[in-house]
């Protein structure tokens, strides 16, 4: 019983991933990056993080992300913006091409980890450091992860490896 249940809730899920797939796709290209964007950060990102990762200011992001506001799958609450479901993300995060993918988390990584405090980074992993081992702790926790990277995908991210 146990197993047909959880088929059941398997088909659904795929099905509401499929719907707002759809949805997306119905948005602008400019608003559907910024939503692939938000996705690769997780469910809810700061305005000044976003804005970061998409490579403009507050204003342009604003503008790029209101059709996804006005179509009710992003909210803009508390200085963030939030995705309405772990579905939304998931489906914002399909539209990112298989291939381009490992790319893409990687290029985000590597900018939050030039560009943000030590103390916001480790805070973002979900741990606080004091400000004088935070930086080593942060570059221990994220260094291997990107060298496992570069190890099996070496091609692609020649120019990438020079940024850290």
Not at 120 to 147: K, S
Not at 148 to 161: I, T
Request: hydrophobic residues 50%; contains cysteine.
């Amino acid at each position: 019983m146990a197993d047909l249940a959880s088929i059941r809730a398997k088909g659904f899920t795929d099905n509401v991933v499929d719907l707002m797939v759809r949805k997306l796709h119905r948005l602008p290209q400019a608003t559907r990056q910024a939503l692939q964007q938000l996705a690769c950060l997780g469910n809810t990102a700061t305005i000044a993080t976003a804005a970061m990762v998409h490579g403009g200011s507050d204003e342009r992001l604003h503008a790029d992300l209101w059709d996804a506001v006005r179509a009710g799958v992003l909210l803009r609450v508390d200085g963030a913006y939030r995705l309405l479901h772990d579905r939304v993300q998931e489906a914002a995060h399909s539209l990112i091409p298989a291939d381009q993918r490992a790319r893409m988390h990687l290029g985000i990584g590597r900018l939050l980890l030039a560009k943000m405090e030590p103390e916001a980074i480790a805070e973002r992993l979900g741990e606080r450091f004091t400000r004088p081992l935070a930086i080593d702790r942060v570059r221990g926790l994220v260094a291997p992860a990107i060298n496992a990277v570069d190890r099996n995908c070496p091609a692609p991210f020649a120019a990438l490896r020079q940024e850290i």
